[in-house]
């Protein structure tokens, strides 16, 4: 049985925030009497992630994704709550706690600016007591990985954003932990370079059996990483489930795009008791259940000449755009 | 087994900071060159003929004064000026999920500079003793290698005191401030402009209960040969790392609790 690797219980994480009035008066009046008022981002949420899962932590800006994040590697504390990560106390940052775990920022680096990548290798590698043969096997095999091989030896200064980040991932990863926290790690990179590091935290996971928690606004990130998400909606849990069951229930219906042989075909098809969506002479588009497709499609084949078929998946952005708008999703 | 851990952690950080600190050469000898603050009390004291009040000769009033550049240029901090931007930048959080102290880093920045700085302070030296030759002497190893121990343990009292205001960080954002209102204390009851010596005495018992003349003041006397009490300073420096080490561990295990993570 696989075990829980993450195990979260009523946490929730409030912040005191000063407000300030505009304008001059507002300012003195700051200036003397500071109003601060305590805002829950969290509240009270519970989940619980197993060993070597992708789970995808979907929500709006300000929904709170991050601050749980940060509160599972322990960088900040909870107001309220348990958190078991490994079975440590995320907080407390302990060493082995620690040394299991890595957190990734997209566009934050821990890499030294003005010296070449491998230099800040070894400095983690020794940080985190590797001798310099185990570090540098696991820089080789990274590296061969993330398929970075000269950028190693290039000022950081001087790297492309991919390359920084494929930099970034192995300074990240060169402990080998086995929980990676990842925050937005796609963001602002090319298509191509997005495509790559998803195959990398594919392989990664796969090798490993690293456990993976992942936000991102990019939905292609979730769709090929996630088979699991957590929906955050003002710091509360919307949803917890299989994403395909998500996607399911949000778009029980497919869109089929028909082009029959001739347009008394088209009407013939219009009138046989398909939901029609539009029609343009020859071509139809109807819409049908996601449980029936199989069937419905097999008596279009066989009832009428059909020239050609298209299946439209709604957009998934569209489709997960409603779930980071709504409270909850009971599926 | 634990310390050789730390210092090969200490050793590889020291030489990638190293690398990291070549990269700025330029930068660190305008900052050994800006440090000559000394050489112009120098210049006040002996030309006001002000050495006469406190019965030091030119000679070792040059020495006092030299000695205090190179102190100072080995025990220069600016770690709450470093964090203070890292935190604001976001920077801290890679480093507080990594099993070292954060201020470790600091540290090695801080020595690795002093490395660097080392062959411009010898040059700024020999351009003084050229125009000063009558100041050249050589100090014995003993007094040379307690100097080096006094100015190491100056540097840390300093490292520790700003790292104390540092960690301010995680209540204000602006802990540089606080520093601000320590440098005036730093400037004048450190020796950086007069020896402490030359202060009346009721001012002069009260100052040495302070951190401030084990900074400059003592390491500066200890190498230029000047009358020193020099088991009693170097006693005064360890207690002072006593009291602070311990202060620096407490508030930095609150603040770290007080951390937003903002910026990141």
């Known amino acids: 049985m696989v075990q829980n690797i993450i195990d979260v219980k009523n946490l929730s994480k409030s912040f005191d925030i000063s407000s300030k009035e505009p304008g001059l008066k507002g300012t003195i009046k700051h200036f003397f009497r500071r109003q601060t008022k305590s805002l829950k981002v969290i509240k009270g949420i519970s989940f619980e992630i197993k060993e070597g899962e992708i789970v995808g932590f979907l929500g709006a800006n300000g929904a709170g994704k991050t601050t749980i994040l940060k509160m599972l590697c322990g960088l900040i504390y909870p107001s309220e709550g348990s958190i078991s990560v490994s079975g440590y106390l995320p907080f407390r940052r302990r060493e082995n706690f620690l040394k299991s775990i890595t957190l990734i920022m997209g566009q934050k680096q821990q890499l030294i600016w003005d010296l070449p990548p491998i230099e800040s290798f070894y400095l983690n590698a020794s940080i985190y007591d590797l001798d310099k043969f185990e570090a540098k096997k696991r820089i080789k095999k990274l590296s061969e990985m993330l398929e970075i091989d000269e950028e190693l030896f290039i000022p950081v200064r001087k790297l492309s954003l991919g390359q920084r980040m494929k930099s970034e991932l192995l300074a990240a990863l060169i402990h080998e932990p086995n929980i990676l926290f990842l925050d937005e790690p796609t963001l602002g990179l090319d298509i191509n370079a997005q495509r790559n590091l998803r195959k990398f935290l594919q392989k990664y996971n796969k090798e490993t059996n690293a456990t993976i928690c992942l936000t991102s606004h990019y939905m292609k990130d979730i769709t090929s990483l996630c088979k699991r998400v957590i929906c955050v909606h003002e710091g509360a849990i919307s949803y917890d489930g299989e994403l395909d069951l998500l996607l399911k229930k949000l778009s029980p219906v497919k869109e089929i795009l028909i082009v029959c042989r001739s347009e008394e075909d088209a009407i013939k098809l219009e009138n046989s008791g398909f939901t029609v969506k539009n029609k343009i002479k020859n071509e139809i588009t109807i819409k049908i259940e996601n449980n029936s497709i199989t069937s419905s499609l097999k008596t279009i084949l066989n009832n009428f000449d059909i020239e050609d078929l298209f299946i439209n998946e709604p957009p998934i952005d569209e489709v997960i755009g409603k779930v980071l708008i709504k409270k909850d999703y009971d599926i | ?264």
């Not at chain 2, 070792?60 to 190179?70: G, I, P, T």
């Not at chain 2, 002093?114 to 003993?142: C, D, V």
């Not at chain 2, 003592?218 to 009490?229: D, K, M, R």
């Open chain 2, 1 to 264: 087994m634990i310390s050789k851990l730390i210092n090969r952690k200490i050793l590889t950080l020291l030489k990638v900071q190293y690398s990291n600190m070549l990269e700025y050469r330029v930068e660190i000898a305008l900052w050994a060159i800006s440090g000559i603050i000394p050489f112009f009390m120098l210049n006040i004291w002996t030309n006001n003929n002000l050495n006469e009040s406190i019965n030091i000769s030119d000679t070792l009033l040059s020495r006092y004064f030299l000695c205090a550049f190179f102190v100072r240029q080995f025990s220069v901090v600016w770690v709450v000026f470093s964090f203070e931007e890292d935190s604001l930048m976001g920077k801290v959080s890679p480093y507080l999920i990594q099993p070292l102290n954060p201020f470790f880093r600091y540290f090695a920045q801080h020595l690795a500079e002093q490395i660097t700085r080392f062959p411009f302070a010898l040059i700024i030296a020999f351009f003084f003793f050229i125009f000063n030759p009558e100041s050249i002497w050589i100090p014995n190893l003993g007094i040379l290698l307690l100097s080096i121990v006094s100015t190491f343990l100056s540097f840390l009292i300093q490292f520790l005191i700003q790292s104390i205001v540092a960690c301010l960080c995680f209540w204000t954002e602006k802990a540089s401030s606080i520093e601000r209102l320590l440098f005036i204390p730093t400037l004048f009851l450190s020796g950086l402009l007069a020896p402490v010596v030359s202060f009346p005495a009721y001012v002069k018992s009260w100052i040495y209960l302070t951190p401030f003349p084990y900074l400059i003041d003592f390491p500066a006397n200890l190498l230029s040969g000047n009358e020193t009490n020099i088991s009693g300073g170097l006693i005064m420096q360890i207690l002072w790392i006593f009291i602070l080490f311990p202060l620096f561990k407490k508030i930095w295990s609150e603040g770290t609790k007080k951390y937003t993570a903002m910026g990141s």
